[in-house]
């Protein structure tokens, strides 16, 4: 999930602490300005195409990457979709949409990375990005919400089974950021009184999930597996 979004925000970060890169998602071509923006900045990275829904499609992005780099030792599952409609209105293509990639994609990515993880004998780092809305709701958004909360239990599920492998299983729950997306939605009357509904009153900064993504993904959190961090200004534990 890196052509866009925090995917492509973590990208730039995570090489400049020194990891090797390597970007996903369904269109490789969004994703070489990210690639040539990594390595002129004295990174690297490496950009391959991957369809989470499709197990196919992951198994030959990891042969890729395997190839390049060695054995993934670290997965940021980042890909994900919303759904905007009244819950009547979810059509089943829809529902099947959003569950395929934030739920099944995610299980997918992390099963392949796992048992090549496991053949090399090679400890590593799943990291999940969930969401608030997989602790909390919000109208509009059922099969996000429950695709999120989904995605939690099965973080706190393969933290279980893979600790024997050594590897690490966590999630970060972010609340809401400021993006080009919503930008102009935060400015609007509607945006500002969803704003006053966050603790701290204010939405986030991209910046701020970059502290608790290089704690899950180093060795500073090699006793934490199974653990949900929510970044969110406090609106999972808002008042009802």
């Not at 600790?163 to 609007?188: H, K």
Request: proline letters at 2%; hydrophobic letters at 45%; a neutral charge.
């Amino acid at each position: 999930g890196a052509s866009s979004g925090f995917g492509q925000h973590f990208a730039p970060a995570l090489a400049r602490q020194g990891a090797k890169v390597v970007v996903a998602a369904r269109r490789r071509n969004p994703l070489l300005a990210l690639e040539e923006q990594i390595e002129a900045d004295g990174g690297k990275c490496l950009a391959v195409a991957m369809d989470v829904t499709d197990r196919n499609s992951v198994k030959e992005a990891f042969e890729q990457a395997e190839a390049v780099f060695g054995c993934v030792d670290v997965l940021i599952n980042n890909a994900g979709v919303g759904d905007s409609n009244a819950m009547f209105d979810v059509s089943s293509e829809e529902w099947d949409k959003v569950m395929d990639t934030n739920l099944k994609g995610a299980f997918n990515a992390a099963q392949e990375a796992a048992r090549r993880m496991s053949h090399h004998h090679r400890p590593g780092s799943i990291i999940n990005i969930a969401s608030v809305l997989g602790l909390r709701v919000a109208s509009h958004l059922t099969a996000y919400c429950a695709s999120k909360a989904g995605l939690i239990q099965l973080t706190k599920a393969m933290a279980l089974e893979l600790a024997r492998n050594n590897i690490r299983v966590n999630a970060i729950c972010p609340g809401y950021f400021l993006t080009e997306i919503n930008r102009d939605f935060m400015a609007s009357d509607a945006g500002k009184k969803m704003i006053q509904r966050v603790p701290q009153r204010r939405l986030g900064d991209l910046s701020e999930l970059l502290g608790p993504l290089f704690l899950l993904a180093s060795d500073a959190s090699s006793f934490m597996t199974g653990s949900i961090i929510s970044v969110d200004g406090g609106h999972a534990v808002s008042t009802l």
